[in-house]
């Protein structure tokens, strides 16, 4: 869920009410939000970089609202305040108007055809006769960046570019260039730079580098120019400096350029549905014409709204409430979702508005209907049907094995599902590609780049961790390993497997043979080679030459059983002898 953080006196003041911390805390509750924390710039600093590096930060109180990832009207202080009022009934919920202006007069945006593999999407929109102050415009960049990382997908769907469209005229073309051709200013910066400068000069920026890789491979890059040739932005990097926007801006040429013309719209709706609030004639977008390459002409915004016919019943039974129709229009409304009975009073008409592009079934209204009915409310009864629970087979084979491993001295471990190549392959004397791995696409730290496919890297990284422990260290851990299978829908398969290791002055092989005989004991699987279980001497590349056994039962291979390789013991940073056993359970569920 995105976090939204707002000044407390800020909100209050637009709320045109102050409320304790628990009261705003229910207040939030009832909407269907989580007031996360309540803290201050000074206090984030202090966190994350310790009180030195805080002296001198503000002190103003800062709410940090939790809001569903699909409420984008939600995302700034202005679409909060706005729903918190319109719930509370203090205002009626604005209606957005959209300006088309006179023939020749509008902003015109032409794509070019260059656009088509890399953004081949743009719509536009203005902001006319805006007043920006310092917070209205801090939470006009905010709003744009908590879109980037939402539905915008980190730019990869959308890029949002705002312009001073006093500083430029149309008509603007969107268009790509190589690289080579491309040559601006770039926002904030003090010279020009070619689009390869650029990309070169943002590698190691903390904020951009993230992007780079939507386009750096490109024969072309997106572009957008004046009709003097002036650079507005090069998407989804970065805009040019000739229009960046101030507090002292008062017209806005607002640009979403992207791969998905869809979610484009939906970005482009609410910027200018949240901040016409501060236009010279307030809810009010001036309408900017869109030609496509095919000649095609679309009139953005659309602030398009449309209407839903929903019966109480269904919202009733869905519930398990019984309001009157009028009741539940009432409640919707309250939700931003202006609603009328219609017909005998058999059906509702909800009229679905710009800013709510989260309402795409019938159950997303029902849901706003429970919300604003009261989750607390909602009368508890017993289920008309009636189930028996039971815990799978292969957990309660899980649960009873980790009670009577306990008891035989051993302690249980817990460790991560996702580890580096690392420490399944090289460090196990492995190659990657052997070991059928499940890599993570876009892995945030070496740590966790692939599901591991054995537990015992996993215990013996926790023993090299508690080292200085008395000896001996007796671990296991029955977990989930992961492995491709291109059979499965998903093409890879989960396994449940039980490792147990023993790391001493001795290898104690004796102590791990032992543990074995005890699981099968358990198990009730017997020690014979036909109808039980046996042990064959066997290579592994991460045991030590002639200790190493596998395990059959009942005729198929579990796993495997022996002395770790020192060169293995080494390269987890341990210094004594260990054994170590690993095998699957599934088979006896």
Request: aromatic fraction near 8%.
């Given at each position: 869920?995105?976090?939204?953080?707002?000044?407390?006196?800020?909100?209050?003041?637009?709320?045109?009410?102050?409320?304790?911390?628990?009261?705003?805390?229910?207040?939030?509750?009832?909407?269907g939000l989580e007031l996360d924390e309540v803290t201050s710039e000074k206090d984030?600093?202090?966190?994350?970089?310790?009180?030195?590096?805080?002296?001198?930060?503000?002190?103003?109180?800062?709410?940090?609202?939790?809001?569903?990832?699909?409420?984008?009207?939600?995302?700034?202080?202005?679409?909060?305040?706005?729903?918190?009022?319109?719930?509370?009934?203090?205002?009626?919920?604005?209606?957005?108007?959209?300006?088309?202006?006179?023939?020749?007069?509008?902003?015109?945006?032409?794509?070019?055809?260059?656009?088509?593999?890399?953004?081949?999407?743009?719509?536009?929109?203005?902001?006319?006769?805006?007043?920006?102050?310092?917070?209205?415009?801090?939470?006009?960049?905010?709003?744009?960046?908590?879109?980037?990382?939402?539905?915008?997908?980190?730019?990869?769907?959308?890029?949002?570019?705002?312009?001073?469209?006093?500083?430029?005229?149309?008509?603007?073309?969107?268009?790509?260039?190589?690289?080579?051709?491309?040559?601006?200013?770039?926002?904030?910066?003090?010279?020009?730079?070619?689009?390869?400068?650029?990309?070169?000069?943002?590698?190691?920026?903390?904020?951009?580098?993230?992007?780079?890789?939507?386009?750096?491979?490109?024969?072309?890059?997106?572009?957008?120019?004046?009709?003097?040739?002036?650079?507005?932005?090069?998407?989804?990097?970065?805009?040019?400096?000739?229009?960046?926007?101030?507090?002292?801006?008062?017209?806005?040429?607002?640009?979403?350029?992207?791969?998905?013309?869809?979610?484009?719209?939906?970005?482009?709706?609410?910027?200018?549905?949240?901040?016409?609030?501060?236009?010279?004639?307030?809810?009010?977008?001036?309408?900017?014409?869109?030609?496509?390459?095919?000649?095609?002409?679309?009139?953005?915004?659309?602030?398009?709204?449309?209407?839903?016919?929903?019966?109480?019943?269904?919202?009733?039974?869905?519930?398990?409430?019984?309001?009157?129709?009028?009741?539940?229009?009432?409640?919707?409304?309250?939700?931003?979702?202006?609603?009328?009975?219609?017909?005998?009073?058999?059906?509702?008409?909800?009229?679905?508005?710009?800013?709510?592009?989260?309402?795409?079934?019938?159950?997303?209204?029902?849901?706003?209907?429970?919300?604003?009915?009261?989750?607390?409310?909602?009368?508890?009864?017993?289920?008309?049907?009636?189930?028996?629970?039971?815990?799978?087979?292969?957990?309660?084979?899980?649960?009873?094995?980790?009670?009577?491993?306990?008891?035989?001295?051993?302690?249980?471990?817990?460790?991560?599902?996702?580890?580096?190549?690392?420490?399944?392959?090289?460090?196990?004397?492995?190659?990657?590609?052997?070991?059928?791995?499940?890599?993570?696409?876009?892995?945030?730290?070496?740590?966790?780049?692939?599901?591991?496919?054995?537990?015992?890297?996993?215990?013996?990284?926790?023993?090299?961790?508690?080292?200085?422990?008395?000896?001996?260290?007796?671990?296991?851990?029955?977990?989930?390993?992961?492995?491709?299978?291109?059979?499965?829908?998903?093409?890879?398969?989960?396994?449940?497997?039980?490792?147990?290791?023993?790391?001493?002055?001795?290898?104690?092989?004796?102590?791990?043979?032992?543990?074995?005989?005890?699981?099968?004991?358990?198990?009730?699987?017997?020690?014979?080679?036909?109808?039980?279980y046996t042990i064959k001497a066997t290579e592994g590349s991460a045991f030590f030459?002639?200790?190493?056994?596998?395990?059959?039962?009942?005729?198929?291979?579990?796993?495997?059983?022996?002395?770790?390789?020192?060169?293995?013991?080494?390269?987890?940073?341990?210094?004594?002898?260990?054994?170590?056993?690993?095998?699957?359970?599934?088979?006896?569920?």
């Amino acid at each position: 869920m995105p976090t939204v953080s707002v000044k407390r006196d800020l909100l209050f003041r637009a709320l045109g009410r102050s409320y304790t911390d628990e009261e705003f805390n229910d207040l939030c509750f009832e909407f269907g939000l989580e007031l996360d924390e309540v803290t201050s710039e000074k206090d984030i600093i202090s966190k994350e970089k310790g009180q030195e590096k805080a002296k001198g930060a503000s002190e103003t109180v800062l709410y940090k609202i939790d809001v569903p990832a699909n409420r984008y009207d939600l995302l700034c202080l202005e679409g909060l305040v706005r729903g918190l009022q319109v719930f509370k009934e203090r205002i009626n919920l604005p209606r957005y108007e959209k300006i088309i202006p006179a023939q020749g007069e509008g902003q015109r945006l032409i794509i070019t055809e260059e656009t088509a593999h890399v953004r081949p999407h743009a719509v536009a929109a203005v902001l006319r006769n805006i007043t920006f102050t310092k917070e209205r415009y801090d939470s006009f960049i905010d709003l744009q960046e908590k879109l980037h990382q939402n539905i915008c997908r980190r730019r990869a769907l959308v890029a949002i570019g705002t312009h001073d469209l006093d500083t430029i005229s149309g008509p603007f073309t969107f268009t790509a260039k190589a690289p080579s051709e491309i040559k601006f200013k770039p926002l904030n910066q003090s010279k020009e730079y070619t689009a390869s400068q650029i990309m070169d000069l943002y590698r190691s920026d903390s904020h951009l580098r993230h992007y780079l890789h939507l386009i750096e491979n490109k024969p072309l890059y997106p572009v957008i120019y004046d009709s003097n040739g002036v650079v507005l932005s090069m998407p989804p990097i970065i805009n040019g400096d000739h229009t960046k926007i101030s507090v002292k801006t008062r017209n806005v040429f607002i640009e979403c350029t992207g791969t998905d013309l869809t979610k484009a719209k939906i970005v482009l709706d609410i910027i200018v549905t949240m901040f016409s609030e501060y236009c010279e004639k307030p809810f009010s977008v001036e309408a900017a014409e869109v030609v496509c390459p095919n000649g095609k002409t679309h009139i953005y915004p659309e602030l398009a709204y449309r209407k839903e016919k929903v019966k109480p019943d269904l919202i009733n039974k869905k519930i398990g409430i019984s309001e009157t129709p009028s009741s539940l229009a009432k409640l919707l409304t309250r939700m931003c979702l202006t609603s009328h009975v219609t017909g005998n009073g058999n059906s509702l008409e909800i009229e679905i508005p710009p800013t709510r592009a989260d309402i795409i079934h019938a159950c997303d209204i029902v849901e706003d209907a429970a919300i604003a009915y009261g989750y607390n409310n909602i009368q508890m009864t017993v289920p008309k049907t009636y189930t028996i629970a039971n815990q799978l087979p292969l957990n309660k084979l899980t649960e009873l094995l980790r009670l009577d491993l306990a008891a035989a001295g051993f302690t249980e471990a817990l460790t991560f599902a996702l580890c580096s190549q690392e420490d399944i392959a090289d460090k196990l004397g492995m190659d990657i590609s052997a070991t059928k791995a499940v890599r993570i696409a876009n892995p945030k730290t070496a740590e966790f780049q692939v599901a591991r496919t054995t537990l015992l890297p996993g215990l013996l990284k926790t023993i090299a961790a508690n080292r200085k422990m008395p000896l001996p260290l007796k671990l296991f851990e029955i977990s989930d390993i992961v492995v491709k299978d291109p059979n499965t829908d998903v093409g890879a398969r989960n396994y449940r497997h039980f490792c147990a290791v023993y790391y001493n002055k001795s290898p104690g092989f004796e102590i791990i043979h032992g543990l074995l005989d005890r699981v099968m004991q358990l198990l009730q699987v017997p020690p014979d080679e036909e109808n039980g279980y046996t042990i064959k001497a066997t290579e592994g590349s991460a045991f030590f030459p002639g200790r190493c056994a596998e395990i059959f039962a009942r005729g198929q291979s579990i796993g495997k059983l022996g002395v770790l390789h020192p060169d293995v013991i080494t390269k987890f940073e341990l210094t004594m002898p260990c054994s170590a056993l690993e095998i699957n359970i599934e088979p006896f569920v």
